[in-house]
């Protein structure tokens, strides 16, 4: 094998103002480097004709695949296909393959009619180039090869990109190298660099360390046997703190961990608002093993659903030991669960004071042996504390169940 490289472009002015969020080239980037590709580069470009023309000049010739998203509407602003055919030196042409789409609609006469006006856009590709199918819209995607590299020009509609990437992508050959992730939970950066020195001092594999609000992910990189070796070592090394393989994400390993066990939790959210028990239940069959969750940001809903007391809420306040204890106790109680997990703190950007600024946060969980909290000052915006806050209470559940 041999190394392969991709360049992926997204195209959209609403992406270089702002106004949307590119995702399909982070997308891409995963699954080609699952597949041992090198990313050559990674582009943003404007709704115009000669900017995507240029990027067809500099990357073609130089890449194995150059992949596209986006500009494949119906309106004036999509460009793509126009484009591909400007650096082609060719003109449109409908596609027999949009008859394909436009069947999707039989049952529907009226939505037919409007799909069959796309015709001469969605459903036309420049000549010499094939189409691709989509099998969740309208627009058709476009590949061709030239001067030694595969262009796939694809629309920008996460969804439907996902579906015909995959797609695309099944018939790729392997690269030369692979990669593995593993999410390490409890440390930081610099400490985890530290625990896993010997990994970063092996020459056979590439090591890139990924901090998060959830945690570290580590990526190795490199020939089969070595990444294979390198998550080995790394197993090793940290017995605790590595997710299981195969799992991504920390709610998922407190998902997988309880079913195991037969243990069953609850949560319950003040300054989370909730977003423990949507990760929780992100996961498939969580309900096996999550019985529900009170989101209680008022006062009052932690005294009648929880049973927080008014001498606890008004000597010490909400964000304290006491509320955050009494808080899981509810939880499980209320939820009949095996153990409940609670969180309560001050997001900000306001509600500090010197004693308890900004960032404060209690976590707290009780199960079958008692109550215990902790305390944990949080640096950083709203939304960086609200998540850092879940982690922390998703951590704890799953370190918890472990022991049973």
Not at 349 to 377: F, M, N, Q, Y
């Amino acid at each position: 094998m041999f190394p392969r490289k991709a360049a992926l472009v997204a195209v959209g002015d609403e992406l270089l103002r702002g106004i949307g969020r590119e995702e399909n080239c982070r997308y891409t980037a995963e699954k080609l480097t699952a597949l041992g590709w090198e990313i050559a580069g990674m582009e943003i470009v404007a709704d115009d004709v000669k900017a995507i023309v240029d990027v067809c000049r500099h990357w073609i010739g130089s890449v194995d695949l150059l992949v596209f998203s986006g500009g494949l509407g119906p309106t004036h602003d999509d460009k793509t296909r126009n484009a591909l055919a400007t650096f082609l030196g060719t003109e449109l042409l409908p596609t027999a393959l949009f008859d394909e789409v436009i069947k999707r609609y039989e049952g529907d006469l009226e939505r037919k009619s409007r799909v069959e006006g796309l015709r001469s856009t969605q459903g036309a590709i420049p000549a010499s180039t094939e189409a691709i199918f989509n099998p969740l819209g309208t627009a058709l995607g476009i590949r061709f090869d030239h001067s030694g590299t595969r262009i796939l020009a694809l629309p920008g509609v996460p969804w439907e990109f996902r579906a015909m990437a995959d797609e695309a992508f099944s018939s790729l050959e392997r690269g030369s190298t692979v990669s593995t992730k593993i999410r390490v939970i409890g440390m930081g950066e610099t400490v985890l660099s530290s625990r896993i020195s010997p990994l970063l001092a092996d020459a056979s594999l590439t090591v890139s360390i990924l901090p998060s609000p959830e945690g570290v992910t580590v990526v190795l990189r490199g020939e089969e046997a070595a990444v294979l070796s390198g998550e080995k070592t790394m197993r090793h090394l940290l017995p605790c703190d590595c997710l299981p393989p195969g799992v991504a994400t920390l709610e998922e390993a407190l998902v997988r961990a309880a079913e195991a066990r037969g243990v069953t939790f609850a949560t319950a959210e003040s300054c989370t608002g909730g977003l423990v028990a949507a990760r929780i239940t992100d996961v498939p069959g969580c309900s096996a093993v999550f019985k529900g969750g009170v989101v209680c940001y008022a006062d009052d809903i932690k005294r009648r659903l929880l049973g927080v007391s008014e001498a606890v809420l008004r000597e010490d306040g909400a964000v304290s030991e006491r509320c955050v204890l009494a808080m899981a106790e509810g939880a499980r109680t209320v939820c009949r669960g095996d153990m409940a997990v609670a969180v309560t703190g001050i997001a900000g950007p306001s509600g500090g004071s010197p004693r308890k600024p900004v960032g404060t946060v209690w976590v707290g969980i009780a199960d079958e042996r008692g109550s215990e909290a902790t305390l944990h000052r949080l640096f950083g915006d709203r939304s960086f504390v609200r998540a850092r806050t879940a982690a922390l209470a998703l951590e704890w559940l799953w370190r918890r169940v472990k022991e049973k």
